[in-house]
C-alpha cells in the first residue's frame, strides 16, 4: 500500500495468495508473542497494518458465530489483558493461504490442537508437508563408502530420485553384499572413533554397539532417558549383573539454548556421569559415555555414517517432525523410538519388525496426565529405584551435593510434561531387545541395508 499505492482490498488479495505459512513446533515458547507496547514504538505503521487485519477478522468472525465472543477473543491476533501480544503465528494463519504441519502426526494435532478454532473456520488450509533431508549431503557426500557400495550395486539414480534407493532392499538378503555393507560401517566407525577420541580423549571400541543421540538439548527430547539407561546398564556392570550384556558406546551431543537452565543442568549431568563410568576400571570394556562438544554439521557428518543406533525418544506428541532420525536412518542406523513425529513415518516405511518401538502414543501421554504418579511407578521398579539412588545419593556430584535436586525432583513431580520415568521400563526392556538383536550381527545387517533402502 505504501510503497506501490494499492488499496486495501488489493493488498490484501494479493497478500493471502502469496503467503503460505509451515508450523514447525508444537511448543507454545517457540510460537512467537511480541509486546504490542515494543512493537507499537518500534514499528507503529505495521502496528497499524496489524490491528486491521485483525479488526476485519474479528468481522468475519461476528458474521459467522455471532452469539460466540469467547471464539473472537481465542482466535484474535492480539491477546489481551494488562500487556496485550501480537500472537504472531495467528497473524501467519490469517495471511497465509496454506498452512502446513511437518510430520503426519503434528499436523493432525496441530488440527485437533493448537490450531482447532483456525482449522474449523478454514479446514481446506491445513495440509501435511513431512520434512526430509537431501540424499546429496546426508549420504553421498558424507559417506561415500557407502556412496560407492550403492551406485557400484543399483547405479546412481538415487542421488537426484531417492526413490531408486529402494531397489537395494533384495541385496538384504545376499549373504556377500551384507558383508561388503559392513565392512563400510566399520571403516565409518574407525574414523568416528579418531573424532571422538580427539576431543575428548575418551577411545570408543570399534565392536561395540555405537548408540548415539545428537541433536538440540531439551527436556522433550529426553537426553535424561537416555542418561538414567546408561546409569542402569552401570548399576547393573557394578552388581555383576552382566550376563549376555553386549559393549556399548553412547555418544551424546548438541547445543543448549543460552537461557535454558535445565538443559545445561542435562548436560552437566551427561559429563559428570562419563568422568565415571569411562573412570571405572569394571566399566572399561561394556560401557562409554562421551557429550561430544561443540557438536555442529561438520560433526554429524562424521557420526551419522558411523552411528547403529538412532535415539529418537522425544515425549511422544512433542516432536513436530525431527530430520535427524532420517539422516540416521538414510545411513543404516536402526531406530529406537517412541511413535512421534516422522518416526512414525519412518517406522511405516520400514517395517515395525525393523524399528525398535518404546512409550506411550500422544493418546497415552494425554490420558496418563491425569493422575500420573511418577513415585509409584519408582516404588514397584528395582531398577529405576537403584538408578535414582544413585542420582540422589549424590554417586555422579560427590563434591558438589545437591546440584541435580531440580532434575530429579522433576523427574518424581506428578506435573512432569515429559512423563520420563512414566516411558523408562518400557524403554529399558526395548534396549534389551536391542542389546539381543546386536548379538546376530548377520541380522541386524539384514535390517540396517533395509533402513537405508526404505
Same mark, same amino acid.
Given at each position: 500500500?505504501?510503497?506501490?499505492?494499492?488499496?486495501?482490498?488489493?493488498?490484501?488479495?494479493?497478500?493471502?495468495?502469496?503467503?503460505?505459512?509451515?508450523?514447525?513446533?508444537?511448543?507454545?515458547?517457540?510460537?512467537?508473542?511480541?509486546?504490542?507496547?515494543?512493537?507499537?514504538?518500534?514499528?507503529?505503521?505495521?502496528?497499524?497494518?496489524?490491528?486491521?487485519?485483525?479488526?476485519?477478522?474479528?468481522?468475519?468472525?461476528?458474521?459467522?458465530?455471532?452469539?460466540?465472543?469467547?471464539?473472537?477473543?481465542?482466535?484474535?491476533?492480539?491477546?489481551?489483558?494488562?500487556?496485550?501480544?501480537?500472537?504472531?503465528?495467528?497473524?501467519?494463519?490469517?495471511?497465509?493461504?496454506?498452512?502446513?504441519?511437518?510430520?503426519?502426526?503434528?499436523?493432525?494435532? $496441530?488440527?485437533?490442537?493448537?490450531?482447532?478454532?483456525?482449522?474449523?473456520?478454514?479446514?481446506?488450509?491445513?495440509?501435511?508437508?513431512?520434512?526430509?533431508?537431501?540424499?546429496?549431503?546426508?549420504?553421498?557426500?558424507?559417506?561415500?563408502?557407502?556412496?560407492? $557400495?550403492?551406485?557400484?550395486?543399483?547405479?546412481?539414480?538415487?542421488?537426484?530420485?531417492?526413490?531408486? &534407493?529402494?531397489?537395494?532392499?533384495?541385496?538384504?538378503?545376499?549373504?556377500?553384499?551384507?558383508?561388503?555393507?559392513?565392512?563400510?560401517?566399520?571403516?565409518?566407525?574407525?574414523?568416528?572413533?579418531?573424532?571422538?577420541?580427539?576431543?575428548?580423549?575418551?577411545?570408543?571400541?570399534?565392536?561395540?554397539?555405537?548408540?548415539?543421540?545428537?541433536?538440540?538439548?531439551?527436556?522433550? +527430547?529426553?537426553?535424561?532417558?537416555?542418561?538414567?539407561?546408561?546409569?542402569?546398564?552401570?548399576?547393573?556392570?557394578?552388581?555383576?549383573?552382566?550376563?549376555?550384556?553386549?559393549?556399548?558406546?553412547?555418544?551424546?551431543?548438541?547445543?543448549?539454548?543460552?537461557?535454558?537452565?535445565?538443559?545445561?543442568?542435562?548436560?552437566?549431568?551427561?559429563?559428570?556421569?562419563?568422568?565415571?563410568?569411562?573412570?571405572?576400571? +569394571?566399566?572399561?570394556?561394556?560401557?562409554?559415555?562421551?557429550?561430544?562438544?561443540?557438536?555442529?554439521?561438520?560433526?554429524?557428518?562424521?557420526?551419522?555414517?558411523?552411528?547403529?543406533?538412532?535415539?529418537?525418544?522425544?515425549?511422544?506428541?512433542?516432536?513436530?517432525?525431527?530430520?535427524?532420525?532420517?539422516?540416521?536412518?538414510?545411513?543404516?542406523?536402526?531406530?529406537?523410538?517412541?511413535?512421534?513425529?516422522?518416526?512414525?513415518?519412518?517406522?511405516?516405511?520400514?517395517?515395525?519388525?525393523?524399528? /525398535?518401538?518404546?512409550?506411550?502414543?500422544?493418546?497415552?501421554?494425554?490420558?496418563?496426565?491425569?493422575?500420573?504418579?511418577?513415585?509409584? &511407578? &519408582?516404588?514397584?521398579?528395582?531398577?529405576?529405584?537403584?538408578?535414582?539412588?544413585? %542420582?540422589?545419593?549424590?554417586?555422579?556430584?560427590?563434591?558438589?551435593?545437591?546440584? /541435580?535436586? %531440580?532434575?530429579?525432583?522433576?523427574?518424581?513431580?506428578?506435573?512432569?510434561?515429559?512423563?520420563?520415568?512414566?516411558?523408562?521400563?518400557?524403554?529399558?526392556?526395548?534396549?534389551?531387545?536391542?542389546?539381543?538383536?546386536?548379538?546376530?550381527?548377520?541380522?541386524?545387517?539384514?535390517?540396517?541395508?533395509?533402513?537405508?533402502?526404505?
Amino acid at each position: 500500500m505504501d510503497e506501490q499505492g494499492f488499496e486495501w482490498d488489493a493488498a490484501w488479495k494479493i497478500t493471502t495468495q502469496c503467503l503460505a505459512y509451515t508450523n514447525h513446533t508444537l511448543l507454545p515458547e517457540a510460537l512467537e508473542r511480541w509486546s504490542v507496547s515494543l512493537f507499537s514504538r518500534l514499528l507503529p505503521r505495521l502496528m497499524d497494518i496489524i490491528r486491521e487485519i485483525d479488526r476485519q477478522f474479528k468481522v468475519q468472525l461476528s458474521k459467522l458465530w455471532p452469539e460466540d465472543v469467547a471464539i473472537r477473543e481465542r482466535m484474535s491476533l492480539i491477546e489481551g489483558g494488562d500487556h496485550p501480544h501480537v500472537r504472531m503465528a495467528y497473524l501467519a494463519i490469517v495471511g497465509s493461504f496454506s498452512v502446513n504441519g511437518v510430520a503426519g502426526l503434528h499436523t493432525t494435532l $496441530l488440527k485437533s490442537g493448537l490450531f482447532a478454532d483456525f482449522y474449523k473456520l478454514w479446514p481446506e488450509k491445513f495440509n501435511n508437508k513431512t520434512n526430509g533431508v537431501t540424499q546429496r549431503r546426508w549420504l553421498s557426500h558424507c559417506n561415500p563408502g557407502l556412496r560407492d $557400495l550403492v551406485t557400484e550395486t543399483i547405479g546412481s539414480d538415487w542421488q537426484n530420485d531417492l526413490s531408486q &534407493i529402494s531397489q537395494l532392499a533384495p541385496y538384504a538378503d545376499n549373504a556377500a553384499f551384507r558383508q561388503r555393507w559392513h565392512a563400510v560401517k566399520l571403516a565409518n566407525k574407525q574414523a568416528l572413533i579418531k573424532y571422538v577420541n580427539e576431543r575428548t580423549g575418551v577411545k570408543f571400541d570399534q565392536n561395540a554397539l555405537f548408540d548415539v543421540q545428537v541433536k538440540r538439548i531439551h527436556e522433550y +527430547k529426553r537426553q535424561l532417558l537416555n542418561l538414567l539407561h546408561v546409569i542402569h546398564l552401570y548399576d547393573r556392570i557394578l552388581r555383576g549383573d552382566t550376563g549376555g550384556m553386549i559393549p556399548r558406546c553412547v555418544l551424546i551431543g548438541g547445543k543448549a539454548a543460552p537461557g535454558y537452565h535445565v538443559a545445561k543442568l542435562i548436560v552437566k549431568l551427561i559429563n559428570d556421569v562419563a568422568v565415571v563410568v569411562n573412570s571405572d576400571p +569394571k566399566a572399561q570394556t561394556l560401557l562409554k559415555l562421551v557429550f561430544l562438544p561443540n557438536y555442529r554439521v561438520s560433526a554429524m557428518e562424521v557420526i551419522c555414517p558411523a552411528t547403529e543406533l538412532s535415539e529418537q525418544i522425544s515425549t511422544a506428541g512433542k516432536e513436530a517432525s525431527g530430520t535427524g532420525n532420517m539422516k540416521f536412518m538414510m545411513n543404516g542406523a536402526l531406530t529406537i523410538g517412541t511413535l512421534d513425529g516422522a518416526n512414525i513415518e519412518i517406522r511405516e516405511q520400514v517395517g515395525e519388525e525393523n524399528f /525398535f518401538l518404546f512409550g506411550m502414543t500422544a493418546d497415552g501421554v494425554a490420558e496418563k496426565r491425569q493422575g500420573y504418579d511418577p513415585n509409584a &511407578i &519408582i516404588a514397584q521398579d528395582v531398577d529405576i529405584q537403584r538408578v535414582m539412588n544413585m %542420582l540422589e545419593g549424590g554417586h555422579f556430584n560427590q563434591t558438589e551435593p545437591g546440584i /541435580f535436586n %531440580l532434575l530429579t525432583s522433576g523427574l518424581r513431580s506428578g506435573y512432569d510434561p515429559w512423563m520420563t520415568i512414566a516411558d523408562f521400563r518400557s524403554y529399558i526392556d526395548v534396549q534389551k531387545e536391542v542389546n539381543d538383536a546386536y548379538k546376530d550381527q548377520d541380522n541386524w545387517n539384514r535390517m540396517s541395508i533395509l533402513n537405508t533402502a526404505s
